[in-house]
């Protein structure tokens, strides 16, 4: 059996930090296009507001259990519905510029690289943040389950995602 007490807080370090680092380059990309077009694109807009969104929401998520206990951020149902949102935005980024990228007549090289480099991180930030919420969902519930209802106001560290239940489900 696996023992998810350490196996999901580290995967959450790993994947928290490599969706940061990546969302660091889409910033920086993307602020270079806003600049380069004056008023942009809303693939860009979207990009940009995107990675700022996720560079502002996974260190509250992360840090806050951290530091202080019992806090909302901290909530195990509060880190799935953010990660929820985020990964759907960065699907409808990379969607949206794989969707336009086809038909872009001003597309030169630099600028092409940009929308394609933007396009490649979205999706494997959307990869990264759905896989981790989906084992996420699917372990709280299954705790829910077994009658440990609680699990929705602890933190990921914290709880313990190994414990069997004592107690009977539905009475």
């Known amino acids: 059996m696996a ?15 490599i969706v940061a680092f990546f969302s660091i380059i889409v910033l920086g990309i993307s602020a270079h296009l ?9 693939y860009v ?13 996974l260190p509250i998520i992360f840090i806050i259990p951290l530091k202080r206990r019992g806090a909302a951020p901290s909530f195990v ?5 953010t990660l929820w949102l ?3 935005l960065w699907l409808a980024t990379g969607a949206t510029i794989a969707n336009w ?3 872009l007549v001003f597309c030169n090289g630099g600028v092409c690289s940009e929308l394609r480099a933007i396009e490649a991180f979205a ?3 959307w990869l990264m943040l759905m896989f981790y919420s989906f084992i996420l969902l699917t372990l709280a519930i299954t705790a829910h389950h077994r009658g440990r209802t609680g699990v929705w ?10 414990h069997k239940s004592t107690g009977v489900v539905g009475v």
Do not use: C, H, Q
Request: aromatic residues 12%; without cysteine.
């Open 86 to 88: 985020l990964w759907i």
């Open 45 to 57: 807009n979207l990009a940009l507001a995107t990675s700022i969104l996720t560079l502002i929401a």
């Open 77 to 81: 149902a509060v880190e799935v519905v």
């Open 153 to 162: 106001k602890s933190s990921v560290p914290d709880f313990d995602w190994n």
């Open 123 to 125: 999706f494997l930030n």
């Open 3 to 17: 023992d998810f007490n350490r196996l999901l807080p580290l995967a959450r370090t790993i994947i928290f930090g």
């Open 101 to 103: 990228l086809p038909g």
């Open 34 to 42: 806003v600049s380069l077009f004056g008023p942009s694109p809303d």
